[in-house]
């Protein structure tokens, strides 16, 4: 496909400098639309939107739905979305939909329309790539990673891919979570090199989790499906875009923050369904058109650089534990006079991503770990604070009478 005109990419150019962008990607009937009801917190969008017969649809911030179709020649014309399929239409490159999600104050959303044929879906998202931070490249679990999607995603540029998740979509149709773990460990073995992570998520399940109006969850349900894990990772991702903007001083833009059902119910209303949601700003400023960092993101995102990192496989998983208080130890001794807790989410991701990947670590400690861990995610609290507060989730974890239950087993 041609290059762009110089007006098209300077209103794509406008776009991504304004804030971190991701997209969701991946073959036909992969699950990214499922995915996005469940990121944006509501059926914002009209049924079918983003079915695979439609443009790109680049979904961001307004107080009131709005839509934009930007053709290829650089032409921008309002259209109701209401009626999107015209817009679909005549030379449409892309279509920009304003709209009132808490997420989207943080980060703008592209979905993407699924093709399996590698040669089509270079040339029609080729263009893309380079207006995004990462993707959520969605891979549906009893299926996953095909050749054709590896031929897809490892023709994008090596920038994109070092902070980009895969999503193990559909997850639940895996008869045993013996099943996710192997095709989990397949695809990571065999697609690691190429994402910062494979995360599962089981996008039906998770929103049958959450009430309708989005304030109430069945938390058996929602940790169930992964959900709780899937939105720390991305916000990782969205927290390491972020970073990566060497412009970050000019503008305000918050940590993203894990909202998670509380710890001691088995129902409760989180604050907000989304990841990214709390504390964002109203605009933001990052700079001119044309201005973008080329620093940005073109390393792999550092893991963690805690004293003591926590032992794989041949341990227990209270040795592993403990070495994780230890390591949070450390750092509170360090880091915890710095002003800035960057350093503590580093770690977290850390510690909460090697603990994830350790296939030796049963459900049910992942699903109490995950809550431990999300509880202890640092907001505005002093860093101290926050360590000695996950100190006491991890212990509290390891003297539970079922975990002393589960480790004679
Ligand atoms: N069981 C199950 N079904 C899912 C899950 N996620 C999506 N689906 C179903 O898969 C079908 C396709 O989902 P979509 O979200 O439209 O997939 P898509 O990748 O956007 O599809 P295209 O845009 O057409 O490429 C729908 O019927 C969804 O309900 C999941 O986690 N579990
Ligand atoms: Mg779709």
């Keep these: 496909m041609s290059e762009l005109p110089v007006e098209t990419r300077s209103i794509l150019e406008a776009w991504f400098s304004q804030k ?29 939107v ?32 209401d009626k999107f399929r015209e817009a679909g239409e005549k030379n449409v490159l892309l279509l920009r ?20 044929d590698p040669r089509l879906a270079a040339g029609a998202l080729s263009f893309l790539s380079r207006y995004l931070d990462f993707a959520i490249w969605c891979s549906a679990a009893n299926q996953a990673w095909r050749q054709s999607e590896k031929a897809m995603w490892t023709a994008m540029p090596a920038q994109l891919q070092a902070n980009s998740l ?3 979509t559909r997850s639940d149709l895996l008869k045993s979570s013996d ?10 073995s065999e697609a690691g090199e190429f994402f910062r992570d494979v995360v599962p998520i089981a996008t039906v399940s998770a929103l049958a989790a959450r009430s309708a109006d989005g304030k109430t969850f069945d938390l058996d349900r929602w940790v169930a499906s992964h959900a709780d894990l899937f939105l720390a990772e991305l916000n990782a991702s969205i927290s390491t875009a972020i970073t990566a903007c060497d412009i970050r001083e000019l503008r305000e833009v918050p940590k993203p923050t894990i909202v998670t059902p509380a710890k001691t119910e088995t129902k409760t209303a989180p604050k907000s369904a989304n990841p990214a949601a709390e504390k964002a700003p109203e605009k933001t400023t990052r700079k001119k058109p044309g201005g973008r960092s080329t620093t940005r993101a073109t390393a792999k995102p550092k893991r963690a650089k805690t004293k003591s990192t926590v032992a ?6 209270s040795t592993r534990v403990s070495s994780m208080i230890a390591s949070l130890r450390e750092l509170r001794t360090d880091e915890g ?8 989410n580093d770690t977290l991701n850390h510690l909460f991503t090697t603990f994830f990947s350790d296939l030796e670590v049963s459900e049910d400690h992942r699903a ?14 002093p860093v101290n604070a926050v360590i000695v507060q996950l100190e006491r989730e991890l212990e509290d974890f390891t003297e539970s009478a079922w975990f002393a239950l589960d480790q004679n087993h």
């Design 97 to 116: 939909i304003s709209l009132p999600a808490e997420i989207l104050k943080t980060t703008d959303i592209v979905d993407t329309p699924g093709i399996s």
């Design 20 to 48: 971190p962008v991701f997209a969701l990607m991946g073959e036909y009937s992969a699950g990214k639309s499922t995915l996005l009801n469940l990121l944006l917190g509501n059926d914002f969008l009209p049924t079918q």
């Design 312 to 317: 794989k496989s041949e341990t227990s998983v």
């Design 337 to 344: 006079q710095k002003s800035s807790n960057e350093h503590l």
């Design 179 to 188: 099943g996710l773990r192997k095709v989990l460990k397949r695809c990571r």
């Design 50 to 81: 983003t079915a695979t017969n439609m443009p790109v649809v680049w979904l961001t911030y307004g107080e009131t739905r709005t839509g934009q179709a930007l053709t290829r020649d650089g032409q921008l014309t309002e259209f109701d979305i």
């Design 166 to 168: 895969m999503a193990l």
């Design 368 to 381: 109490v770990f995950a809550r431990s861990m999300l509880l202890g995610r640092p907001g505005d609290a």
